[in-house]
């Protein structure tokens, strides 16, 4: 099991916080650029077409081109249409897509939008928290779930987005205030997790980039809930992790769909796997490789089946490695999104990179 050969791994325990796994040589893993932006990026997904779609959040402004769109270079095409990517506080935001945190393309190719719906992260506009499904070959909107605010608090912040199309029911992060939401894609139940356990919750560690403690554009340190989400390949289990925190966590996807478990019932089955350096984005490829970015270190890892920790890649140009896709090839793609530098000391492109990893 990839949870027991990690625990043993990095040898840690809850009393244990500063431990992280032996780290194996690099494996020098290419960094090939597939698109740059001169605006702010967090999520990318890639299509079985090599189709590469962004997200593009309001989080640091409340002006942006687009919040979803197909990239390629230093080109964006906006993503369905421009009509979709047009927002203010005048505008309605149930067509509209008003602070998109990720992108998905899921086992069938589908394409889903998570608008969280929070601008400058200081509320969620009322009936814009949602999760929007597309088909990328079409562009038209294929399903819509709405998150009321029993589900999405007002100062929620919606995360990242995993989709089991098998079971079919996604899962999301809630980084500002801390849970796992489970969706039931076919009845459009949505359901808050884990909102009370300190598996989903920060550890206010301090993030030092570059040399640089990161902060927000008041100055304060931010504290950031359940963040990075990873789906197994067998889809049997589901890992976490708090992005100012150092404990990696899984659960068994069968009992988060339990809707008979009592809270209670369900912290039981959460699992503390490692604690590592604190990641921002993580994923699965099919061969059942955990990728963990390293903000700290500008650096992506991987812990492989057998349990073994390795350092994938390492350069100056991972800035803030924030989230990852997998293509249909197996490749892996990362974002970098410089949260560490406030807006107005960026100098360089934001930047998508496509890791060959030496097998």
Same mark, same amino acid.
């Given at each position: 099991?990839?949870?027991?050969?990690?625990?043993?791994?990095?040898?840690?325990?809850k009393?244990?916080?500063?431990?992280?796994?032996?780290?194996t040589?690099?494996?020098?893993?290419?960094?090939?650029?597939?698109a740059?932006?001169?605006v702010?990026?967090?999520?990318?997904?890639?299509?079985?077409e090599?189709?590469?779609?962004a997200?593009?959040?309001?989080?640091?402004?409340?002006?942006?081109?687009?919040?979803?769109?197909?990239?390629?270079?230093?080109?964006?095409?906006?993503?369905?249409?421009a009509?979709w990517?047009?927002?203010?506080?005048?505008?309605a935001?149930?067509?509209?897509f008003?602070?998109?945190?990720?992108?998905?393309?899921?086992?069938?190719?589908?394409?889903?939008?998570?608008?969280?719906a929070?601008?400058?992260?200081?509320?969620?506009v009322?009936g814009?928290?949602?999760l929007l499904?597309?088909?990328?070959?079409?562009?038209?909107l294929?399903?819509?779930?709405?998150?009321?605010?029993?589900?999405?608090?007002?100062?929620?912040?919606?995360?990242?987005?995993?989709?089991?199309?098998?079971?079919?029911?996604?899962? *999301?992060?809630?980084?500002?205030?801390?849970?796992?939401i489970?969706?039931?894609?076919?009845?459009?139940r949505?359901?808050?997790?884990?909102?009370n356990?300190?598996?989903t919750?920060?550890?206010?560690?301090?993030?030092?980039v570059?040399?640089?403690?990161?902060?927000?554009?008041?100055?304060?340190?931010?504290?950031?809930?359940?963040d990075?989400?990873?789906?197994?390949p067998?889809?049997?289990?589901?890992?976490?992790?708090?992005?100012?925190?150092?404990?990696?966590?899984? *659960?068994?996807?069968?009992?988060?769909r339990?809707?008979?478990?009592?809270?209670?019932?369900?912290?039981?089955?959460?699992e503390?796997?490692?604690?590592?350096n604190?990641?921002?984005?993580m994923?699965?490829?099919a061969?059942?490789?955990?990728?963990?970015?390293?903000?700290?270190?500008?650096?992506?890892?991987?812990?492989?089946?057998?349990?073994?920790?390795?350092?994938?890649?390492?350069?100056?140009?991972?800035?803030?490695?924030?989230?990852?896709?997998?293509?249909?090839?197996?490749a892996?793609?990362?974002?970098?999104?410089?949260?560490?530098?406030?807006?107005?000391q960026?100098?360089e492109?934001?930047?998508?990179?496509?890791?060959?990893?030496?097998?």
């Amino acid at each position: 099991m990839l949870g027991l050969a990690l625990l043993l791994l990095a040898g840690c325990s809850k009393d244990d916080d500063n431990e992280t796994p032996p780290a194996t040589p690099s494996l020098n893993a290419t960094l090939t650029p597939v698109a740059t932006s001169p605006v702010q990026w967090t999520g990318v997904a890639v299509t079985r077409e090599n189709r590469v779609f962004a997200n593009f959040p309001r989080m640091e402004t409340d002006t942006i081109p687009y919040s979803v769109a197909e990239v390629n270079g230093t080109q964006a095409t906006p993503f369905p249409d421009a009509e979709w990517n047009t927002w203010d506080r005048t505008m309605a935001p149930q067509n509209k897509f008003v602070c998109v945190q990720s992108v998905y393309v899921d086992a069938n190719n589908f394409l889903w939008v998570l608008d969280a719906a929070s601008p400058l992260m200081r509320g969620v506009v009322p009936g814009g928290a949602k999760l929007l499904k597309f088909d990328v070959a079409t562009r038209q909107l294929v399903q819509r779930i709405n998150f009321d605010e029993t589900v999405a608090y007002p100062t929620s912040y919606l995360n990242d987005v995993r989709i089991d199309t098998q079971n079919n029911v996604a899962y *999301i992060t809630d980084s500002n205030q801390g849970a796992i939401i489970v969706v039931n894609l076919t009845s459009g139940r949505s359901r808050r997790l884990l909102g009370n356990h300190p598996s989903t919750k920060s550890e206010n560690l301090i993030i030092t980039v570059e040399g640089r403690v990161w902060r927000n554009p008041s100055g304060k340190l931010p504290s950031i809930d359940s963040d990075g989400i990873a789906l197994s390949p067998n889809r049997e289990y589901l890992y976490y992790h708090a992005l100012t925190a150092r404990p990696l966590y899984r *659960i068994a996807t069968q009992y988060l769909r339990d809707e008979a478990l009592s809270p209670a019932q369900l912290a039981q089955r959460v699992e503390l796997v490692a604690n590592t350096n604190p990641p921002d984005g993580m994923v699965f490829d099919a061969t059942g490789n955990l990728y963990l970015t390293d903000i700290e270190n500008n650096a992506v890892t991987r812990v492989t089946p057998a349990g073994q920790f390795q350092v994938v890649a390492q350069d100056a140009q991972l800035k803030w490695p924030d989230s990852f896709s997998v293509g249909a090839d197996g490749a892996v793609y990362v974002t970098t999104s410089q949260l560490h530098i406030p807006r107005s000391q960026r100098t360089e492109p934001f930047r998508i990179f496509k890791l060959a990893v030496p097998q």
